[in-house]
DNA sequence: CTTGACACCTAGCGACGCTATGTATAGTGT
DNA sequence: ACACTATACATAGCGTCGCTAGGTGTCAAG
């Protein structure tokens, strides 16, 4: 996968793995991959600037859990990042639709 | 729809829109529009600069077109660039694939 | 004779995915 | 005990590239 396809695009991927419910910033990373059958393996400097870009837009919020020893940031939806993740479907359909129609 | 989606896809459009046949820089942005219903209404800014890298590539050639008295240059796909463009209709199937498994 | 479509061009900006690097803990192997 | 890997976080800086904004010039219509 050539690199920066993802552009525009990986924030609502990243609000999409956490519709189903919180989650820290590594296993979001594993569940991208794992949802994606190993299409998008990246990097964590790809990812964390993501979450905290999210949060700070107000799609996100977090609190830190040390429940296990190790610490980690939990992250989930906010109302907004719910209804910013609707958008974002529907634009996805917009544009893959209109690539499509051009690729023939 | 939102800037830069098109980010790390819009080489390959342009490729698709010359595969039927030269055309002139004016041209593949009015093809492009035409095709996506209007989705892909692109500056020309954004498309100019494309067609000039892709010529760099090697995946485009050009030659300029006096004819009607006013000047155009006239755009048609190597051979090189349609053997990329049937990388990148891979490369984008993939791509959506993935895409819309992990948007559910 | 001005307005707008056609037709080309490029300097510079901004966004953002990625590389590289750093820190620290938990588990696994030898 | 010691090394190594996976887990888990963070961020400075780079490179790419779509877009903005500005420029040149031709042609048709009102």
């Given at each position: 996968m050539r690199a920066d396809t993802l552009k525009g695009h990986?924030?609502?991927?990243?609000l999409a793995t956490l519709a189903e419910g919180?989650?820290?910033g590594y296993a979001v990373i594993e569940e991208l991959k794992r949802r994606s059958g190993g299409a998008f393996d990246l990097p964590e400097g790809t990812v964390y600037p993501v979450l905290h870009r999210l949060e700070a837009e107000g799609l996100l919020a977090?609190?830190?859990s040390d429940g296990t020893g190790?610490?980690?940031r939990v992250y989930r939806l906010t109302r907004r990042g719910r209804s910013s993740l609707h958008g974002r479907r529907r634009d996805w359909k917009l544009f893959a639709g209109a690539v499509e129609a051009v690729l023939g």
């Open positions: 990986l924030d609502g991927l990243v919180p989650a820290h977090s609190e830190w190790r610490k980690r």
